[in-house]
């Protein structure tokens, strides 16, 4: 049996490095709140990890719509279930310590050995690694480049900032998501940017400097890695982002059209090639050891160089679950053939101000669904609550 965990915090415990963190009050109240959502994802058989207030009754409905077997599973029944197979959103130490304490250190977990070499292959010095490997493979409409900023390379950056040089770069953490721990310098580097990158230098060790990208859209390539050698592809998901890099949606479609949309831009034979030059590169990198979902986030930006278009084949690597792959695995089992739609993940000032949001949605897009999958309208992909500040939900049309 295996046992699923929405724990969104994983990247910022990654970044933290310690068993003892504990996360924001926001981040902990968007854990609370989309608890549920593994429900979409989790293999027949399974549970997932939630209070039981209100969840509950959420799934039974959920199930009366729906071809769900998955089971609610609360903190208090863990010293009963030893033998689960630990499935979370992201591994940390963190979560490896609360679990043990919640089941009275019953439950078989990931040693701190095999948590820490994640956490290497999770940070922005493999991604680059990976972007460099891919730049040296003889790949055509590809594009990509950044910079490794250390203790003892800083002054490239305070040389640009001496130069008061109005170009454009972005700063970024060596562990964050979802447009956290970037820092964005449209007209040069300011002071403050000097300031915060000599913070993240000290607490982490370094960052990385980009371009910032004349963007089209963002995808990103989903895979899972078996731990035994072997990367498989799982499919594309095109998703979009606010201006500091933030997820807000995933576009609800089969794979061949976001193929089909990928190749309005650049031709299919070097999508194909650059696809499996990725695979290749990542079953040599971490194939035989880690195991689980692999999220390659890429770009189609606009190129200076040969091609008018190009893919940065490898913005950003997630050793874990993704928005991205929640939203292909709902598409592909819970919505009817030739229909689209889009997945959200949003977060409201007040649970008020999702409520009228939320109402809105409903009476705009009623829901049907038959045999068991949604021909249109909105569902909510977890309960929402008097006390909800975010919510998970598709609109098909």
């Not at 997932?48 to 769900?68: E, I, R």
């Not at 009275?104 to 095999?114: E, V």
Request: glycine share 6%.
């Amino acid at each position: 049996m295996k046992l699923y965990i929405f724990n969104p915090d994983s990247d910022l415990a990654l970044a933290d490095h310690r068993d003892t963190y504990i996360p924001p009050l926001r981040v902990r109240r968007f854990a609370q709140d989309l608890a549920m959502l593994p429900v979409w994802y989790a293999q027949p058989g399974s549970a997932v990890l939630a209070a039981s207030a209100y969840n509950a009754d959420y799934l039974q409905l959920m199930k009366q719509l729906f071809p769900l077997q998955v089971d609610l599973m609360t903190q208090a029944e863990l010293p009963d279930n030893p033998n689960m197979q630990v499935m979370p959103w992201g591994w940390s130490l963190s979560l490896r310590k609360n679990l043990l304490k919640w089941s009275d250190g019953k439950l078989r977990l990931p040693s701190i050995d095999q948590i820490n070499s994640d956490r290497i292959r999770s940070s922005r010095t493999f991604s680059r690694y990976m972007a460099i490997r891919l730049s040296m493979s003889p790949l055509d409409y590809t594009t990509g480049e950044s910079l490794l900023v250390e203790r003892h390379n800083m002054s490239k950056v305070e040389e640009l900032y001496a130069s008061k040089t109005l170009g454009s770069c972005v700063f970024k953490s060596l562990w964050s998501s979802s447009g956290r721990g970037l820092y964005w310098c449209r007209n040069g580097v300011t002071k403050a940017a000097l300031n915060w990158c000599w913070r993240e230098i000290e607490q982490h060790g370094g960052i990385t400097m980009e371009p910032i990208y004349d963007k089209v859209e963002d995808f990103a390539m989903e895979f899972y890695s078996n731990g035994k050698g072997r990367v498989f592809f799982t499919g594309y998901s095109s998703f979009h982002t606010n201006e500091k890099g933030a997820y807000q949606s995933s576009v609800l479609s089969p794979d061949a059209c976001i193929e089909d949309w990928i190749c309005c831009y650049v031709p299919l034979h070097a999508l194909v090639l650059i696809r499996e030059q990725v695979q290749r590169e990542l079953e040599m990198s971490l194939g035989s050891y880690y195991m689980g979902p692999v999220g390659v986030d890429m770009m189609v930006c606009k190129s200076q160089g040969e091609y008018p278009y190009a893919i940065h084949p490898c913005v950003e690597i997630n050793l874990r679950m993704t928005m991205g792959m929640v939203a292909r695995h709902f598409y592909d089992h819970y919505v009817q053939p030739g229909k689209e739609g889009r997945f959200y993940i949003q977060t409201y000032p007040s649970p008020a101000a999702l409520e009228e949001t939320r109402t809105k949605n409903i009476r705009k897009h009623p829901l049907t669904v038959e045999r068991g999958k949604i021909k249109s309208g909105c569902l909510e992909l977890v309960p929402v609550t008097p006390h909800s500040y975010s919510r998970a939900y598709v609109i098909i049309t």
